[in-house]
């Protein structure tokens, strides 16, 4: 089974623009959560989507959104984009339905904002 | 956000050596898991745990789900270079969906 994928794995913006990463589930799973890394505050959760409805979010500001489609693929977007907003984005799948809760994580997108 | 709280931050240990770290939270947790990461990649998990005093063994891992449900440990035994990474414990509580709350993260260096 392949695993969970991530595009693009790389990306640099500006200050202010917005930006869209992409997240393809392992086949099968229903979840995705997206969770923010940066070296002072660690993994964050951001949301989760689960058959295409936000069914968690953390405590980030609305600029951070995300959406998910009916095939499971999930995109976030982040909008006016600061500079603390330079971290690596995960997503990670799983089956979602109240069932043993093992996440599976890609291999993230890589955010610099200069 | 929270975290919770890993230890020891890092360590170095030579090739051979038996590791252990752990993990504690002052919450419940229903469902412990252990992951790894290496620089630049997205964290692989190691170990799941779901009930008060499991104990479960992944080749030479070890974790074990504490009693109060308030902690995990991890135990890496025979360490090997390829054992370098970032390993970090996360929990899930029951009502919080898909929300897995991490810890701070334990650097492990191994020397030969």
């Known amino acids: 089974k392949a695993g969970v994928t991530q595009t693009p794995r790389y990306l640099i913006k500006t200050r202010g623009q917005q930006v869209t990463l992409s997240c393809s589930p392992i086949s099968g799973h229903r979840s995705v959560s997206w969770y923010q890394q940066t070296p002072g505050q660690g993994l964050q959760f951001l949301f989760e989507?689960?058959?295409?409805?936000?069914?968690n979010k953390g405590n980030f500001p609305g600029r951070f959104s995300g959406r998910q489609f009916s095939n499971s693929r999930s995109e976030m977007n982040v909008s006016t984009l600061e500079l603390g907003d330079s971290a690596l984005y995960l997503c990670?799948?799983?089956?979602?339905?109240?069932?043993?809760?093992?996440?599976?994580f890609g291999p993230g997108t890589r955010l610099t904002v200069t | 956000g929270q975290q919770l709280n890993q230890s020891p931050q890092s360590m170095f240990i030579q090739e051979g050596e038996d590791v252990s770290m752990n993990c504690t939270s002052s919450s419940i947790f229903n469902t412990w898991l252990w992951y790894k990461q290496d620089p630049g990649e997205g964290p692989v998990l190691l170990i799941a745990l779901y009930k008060a005093g499991e104990l479960t063994s992944n080749g030479r891992l070890t974790a074990q789900f504490g009693i109060t449900r308030k902690d995990s440990f991890l135990n890496i035994s025979a360490s090997i270079p390829s054992d370098v990474g970032i390993y970090f414990c996360a929990g899930y509580r029951t009502g919080t969906a898909s929300k897995l709350t991490f810890g701070t993260g334990t650097r492990l260096q191994v020397t030969l």
């Open positions: 989507y689960f058959s295409e409805t936000q069914r």
């Open positions: 990670a799948s799983s089956l979602g339905a109240g069932g043993p809760n093992e996440q599976y």
